[in-house]
């Protein structure tokens, strides 16, 4: 065989490559050795050894010299014995992500294929080591061992690949915490990314770790001032430039990168050995780009977010040129910048995010995309969770996307990956990706909505199969891919009688549990901001004689329901957006009126107590739109007729209101029944 080597494409006359076939030492087939000849004469072995999967020679090596000089060896002709074969080049995420140079002639500890498994001791050493050779050289054994952990065959087995990587796992957060006098921004990108490629031995358990109080971990990282990444957060936010924006994109992959499994957060909080909820609380604590949970209502964005926002959509533009892992963690770095801030939200957009969120997603399969196999590596479906952080605010910044996500092909892949999901599995899945992705779509809003949820239709067997399915983010709250496709499925088949979907008693819970932290904000609905539609799915829910029997077997759906309307003067949700409010309230309200035309629910609603007809008094004379106050004068008059003589005091006769807002009773209960 004869080689070319090429440095990006372009030929590398300074490197001859040269084959040597080794005899099989084991079934995996015939072993491939590398040798590398520089101008100078010298010789350089490439590591480690390939061997033969599907008939194809996959290669991986490595350059003991600089990473500038790793080239991809191309078949350029064959030998009779194997004409068909193919010799792949898979570069050493670790060591191409980092860019720093390695001494002539240094050599990771890792013994090659046919040595002995890698020590996680010596590797630990290494990494702890004041030496940045011998950090170095740890990164490529680490970068070396998780392509090894996912070759078939490879000469270390899944679960002593997962052993090693756990042992590594708080070495490297340490070093991510180092000086940056010590550790740069170069390296500290370098050790993130090894980090990030070790989730993908097993994302549970190096997540969990990398998340384990009482050691070195993601969070003291991110909250490390001394450090690299501390430095570039104490800039001036004018001063920031595309390589910081980078920086901290590595640092979030390393973050999200655990979060690769049909269990998402709930599986690496049992292995870090804490509660979700406490592991939330350490993110609201210390992600230093979101809102934090002690000003969860706060709209306004901060300089910080508002100038990497850009920075971090150029590198989204061009996902090819960005180091291996590095794209999860720009991804989630966005998710984060968004959050909570409108004006952020609509600076990425002016700055082309969309274009670029479909350009990452054109680069992988709707199974690609939602696949835990390669998720760091890969990590392409993660735009499905940027895209709920970036809709929401810029949503409350005035702007309809839907029509922009309906025409570029968004919702269209969204659909695809949906229905790629029972073809995988259920415990095959990245439930971070699903379950983002599904609240993206209840939170979304706007004039092309009707034919966004048409073609949503379609993929009711997918919503089905989710709503069965044991995929979560977190459990114990209610973050389960089952609730959110089932407000999904509400939106679109709730109105439905005859229960078309196949709605079951757990469904309806879920949805009314939810709605009611969401309400309150007692505990995880701090995090998160109420949208306009926040209350779509349960009024299509009221609307069907069916579900709405399973509604009023929950107990706390009554409260719910007064709750909903917002008139406590303390209420959590006070500080809302007026625009929001106003909508939620009326959906509120509507969903009353309907269950009042139903004989069960006006008798559930009188059985109340006179909480609720004095809510509804209070909406008539306090409601901030006419359409509720209509909404409230035709559930009174069906709950109690005498009491609309209060409301027709507060009018001006004849039936209106003085202040010339609400129509007629009669109107609003004749409009209501042609609902």
Same mark, same amino acid.
């Given at each position: 065989?004869?080689?070319?080597?090429?440095?990006?494409?372009?030929?590398?006359?300074?490197?001859?490559?040269?084959?040597?076939?080794?005899?099989?030492?084991?079934?995996?087939?015939?072993?491939?050795?590398?040798?590398?000849?520089?101008?100078?004469?010298?010789?350089?072995?490439?590591?480690?050894?390939?061997?033969?999967?599907?008939?194809?020679?996959?290669?991986?090596?490595?350059?003991?010299?600089?990473?500038?000089?790793?080239?991809?060896?191309?078949?350029?002709?064959?030998?009779?014995?194997?004409?068909?074969?193919?010799?792949?080049?898979?570069?050493?995420?670790?060591?191409?992500?980092?860019?720093?140079?390695?001494?002539?002639?240094?050599?990771?500890?890792?013994?090659?294929?046919?040595?002995?498994?890698?020590?996680?001791?010596?590797?630990?050493?290494?990494?702890?080591?004041?030496?940045?050779?011998?950090?170095?050289?740890?990164?490529?054994?680490?970068?070396?061992?998780?392509?090894?952990?996912?070759?078939?065959?490879?000469?270390?087995?899944?679960?002593? /690949?997962? %052993?090693? &990587?756990?042992?590594?796992?708080?070495?490297?957060?340490? #070093?991510? $915490?180092?000086? =940056? +006098?010590?550790? *740069?921004?170069?390296?500290?990108?370098?050790?993130?990314?090894?980090?990030?490629?070790?989730?993908?031995?097993?994302?549970?358990?190096?997540?969990?770790?990398?998340?384990?109080?009482?050691?070195?971990?993601?969070?003291?990282?991110?909250?490390?001032?001394?450090?690299?990444?501390?430095?570039?957060? /104490?800039? %001036?936010? &004018?001063?920031?430039?595309?390589?910081?924006?980078?920086? #901290?994109? $590595?640092?979030? =992959? +390393?973050?999200? *990168?655990?979060?690769?499994?049909?269990?998402?957060?709930?599986?690496?909080?049992?292995?870090?050995?804490?509660?979700?909820?406490?592991?939330?609380?350490?993110?609201?604590?210390?992600?230093?780009?979101?809102?934090?949970?002690?000003?969860?209502?706060?709209?306004?964005?901060?300089?910080?977010?508002? /100038?990497?926002?850009?920075?971090?959509?150029?590198?989204?533009?061009?996902?090819?040129?960005?180091?291996?892992? =590095?794209?999860?963690?720009?991804?989630?770095?966005?998710?984060?910048?968004?959050?909570?801030?409108?004006?952020?939200?609509?600076?990425?957009?002016?700055?082309?995010?969309?274009?670029?969120?479909?350009?990452?997603?054109?680069?992988?399969?709707?199974?690609?995309?939602?696949?835990?196999?390669?998720?760091?590596?890969?990590?392409?479906?993660?735009?499905?969770?940027?895209?709920?952080?970036?809709?929401?605010?810029?949503?409350?910044?005035?702007?309809?996307?839907?029509?922009?996500?309906?025409?570029?092909?968004?919702?269209?892949?969204?659909?695809?990956?949906?229905?790629?999901?029972?073809?995988?599995?259920?415990?095959?899945?990245?439930?971070?990706?699903?379950?983002?992705?599904?609240?993206?779509?209840?939170?979304?809003?706007?004039?092309?909505?009707?034919?966004?949820?048409?073609?949503?239709?379609?993929?009711?067997?997918?919503?089905?199969?989710?709503?069965?399915?044991?995929?979560?983010?977190?459990?114990?709250?209610?973050?389960?891919?089952?609730?959110?496709?089932?407000?999904?499925?509400?939106?679109?088949?709730?109105?439905?009688?005859?229960?078309?979907?196949?709605?079951?008693?757990?469904?309806?819970?879920?949805?009314?549990?939810?709605?009611?932290?969401?309400?309150?904000?007692?505990?995880?609905?701090?995090?998160?901001?109420?949208?306009?539609?926040?209350?779509?799915?349960?009024?299509?829910?009221?609307?069907?004689?069916?579900?709405?029997?399973?509604?009023?077997?929950?107990?706390?759906?009554?409260?719910?329901?007064?709750?909903?309307?917002?008139?406590?003067?303390?209420?959590?949700?006070?500080?809302?957006?007026?625009?929001?409010?106003?909508?939620?309230?009326?959906?509120?309200?509507?969903?009353?009126?309907?269950?009042?035309?139903?004989?069960?629910?006006?008798?559930?609603?009188?059985?109340?107590?006179?909480?609720?007809?004095?809510?509804?008094?209070?909406?008539?004379?306090?409601?901030?739109?006419?359409?509720?106050?209509?909404?409230?004068?035709?559930?009174?008059?069906?709950?109690?007729?005498?009491?609309?003589?209060?409301?027709?005091?507060?009018?001006?006769?004849?039936?209106?209101?003085?202040?010339?807002?609400?129509?007629?009773?009669?109107?609003?209960?004749?409009?209501?029944?042609?609902?």
């Amino acid at each position: 065989m004869y080689f070319k080597s090429e440095v990006n494409g372009n030929a590398d006359t300074g490197w001859q490559t040269y084959v040597k076939d080794v005899p099989p030492a084991t079934p995996a087939g015939r072993v491939l050795r590398f040798t590398a000849r520089g101008l100078s004469g010298k010789e350089f072995q490439l590591l480690p050894l390939n061997r033969v999967v599907d008939e194809t020679y996959s290669v991986y090596f490595n350059l003991t010299m600089p990473p500038r000089r790793c080239g991809s060896a191309i078949m350029e002709s064959t030998g009779p014995a194997e004409p068909t074969a193919v010799a792949e080049h898979v570069a050493d995420a670790a060591a191409l992500a980092a860019g720093e140079p390695e001494p002539e002639g240094s050599m990771p500890v890792v013994p090659t294929a046919e040595e002995a498994v890698p020590r996680a001791e010596a590797l630990c050493a290494q990494l702890r080591a004041s030496s940045s050779t011998e950090r170095s050289a740890a990164y490529v054994a680490l970068g070396r061992l998780e392509l090894d952990a996912r070759a078939a065959g490879g000469a270390v087995s899944q679960q002593e /690949a997962a %052993d090693i &990587a756990v042992a590594c796992t708080a070495p490297l957060c340490e #070093i991510l $915490c180092r000086d =940056a +006098a010590e550790v *740069g921004a170069e390296e500290l990108r370098r050790a993130a990314l090894t980090l990030t490629a070790l989730t993908d031995i097993d994302a549970a358990r190096v997540g969990g770790e990398a998340f384990r109080p009482g050691q070195s971990n993601i969070w003291c990282a991110w909250s490390a001032e001394t450090s690299a990444l501390g430095a570039i957060l /104490a800039k %001036d936010p &004018a001063d920031l430039v595309l390589e910081d924006a980078l920086t #901290i994109g $590595c640092t979030f =992959a +390393a973050f999200i *990168g655990g979060w690769a499994t049909s269990r998402s957060i709930d599986a690496i909080a049992k292995v870090a050995g804490v509660t979700a909820m406490e592991f939330l609380g350490e993110f609201n604590a210390n992600c230093f780009l979101c809102v934090p949970c002690t000003n969860c209502f706060r709209t306004a964005d901060d300089a910080r977010n508002y /100038a990497l926002a850009p920075l971090m959509v150029e590198l989204l533009k061009e996902p090819e040129k960005l180091p291996p892992f =590095a794209l999860v963690g720009c991804l989630c770095q966005l998710e984060c910048l968004n959050a909570g801030r409108p004006k952020v939200a609509l600076k990425c957009l002016e700055h082309g995010i969309v274009d670029a969120a479909m350009g990452v997603l054109g680069r992988a399969t709707p199974a690609e995309q939602v696949t835990t196999t390669g998720f760091a590596r890969g990590g392409h479906g993660e735009v499905y969770h940027m895209m709920f952080d970036l809709v929401g605010p810029a949503q409350i910044g005035g702007e309809d996307l839907t029509g922009e996500l309906l025409a570029c092909g968004f919702i269209d892949q969204f659909v695809a990956m949906l229905n790629a999901v029972e073809e995988l599995g259920a415990s095959n899945v990245c439930g971070d990706v699903i379950f983002f992705g599904l609240w993206f779509l209840k939170l979304l809003d706007g004039e092309a909505l009707p034919q966004i949820e048409e073609k949503l239709r379609a993929a009711k067997p997918a919503l089905r199969y989710l709503c069965d399915s044991p995929i979560t983010s977190v459990a114990e709250i209610g973050w389960t891919c089952g609730v959110f496709s089932v407000f999904i499925a509400a939106n679109l088949f709730g109105r439905d009688e005859g229960n078309t979907f196949g709605f079951v008693q757990k469904d309806i819970d879920g949805v009314v549990e939810f709605e009611f932290e969401m309400l309150r904000a007692s505990a995880w609905g701090k995090i998160w901001q109420l949208v306009l539609n926040q209350c779509k799915g349960l009024l299509s829910l009221c609307i069907s004689d069916s579900a709405k029997e399973m509604l009023l077997h929950h107990a706390g759906f009554i409260p719910l329901l007064i709750d909903g309307l917002l008139l406590d003067d303390e209420h959590p949700r006070k500080d809302t957006a007026e625009a929001i409010k106003e909508r939620v309230q009326h959906d509120y309200a509507e969903c009353i009126q309907q269950i009042s035309l139903f004989p069960p629910g006006r008798a559930a609603l009188q059985a109340a107590g006179p909480r609720v007809v004095e809510a509804l008094d209070m909406l008539v004379d306090k409601a901030w739109s006419d359409e509720a106050k209509q909404c409230a004068h035709a559930a009174l008059m069906l709950l109690c007729p005498e009491r609309i003589k209060h409301s027709e005091q507060s009018s001006d006769g004849n039936g209106t209101q003085a202040d010339g807002g609400g129509g007629h009773v009669m109107i609003s209960y004749q409009w209501v029944g042609a609902a």
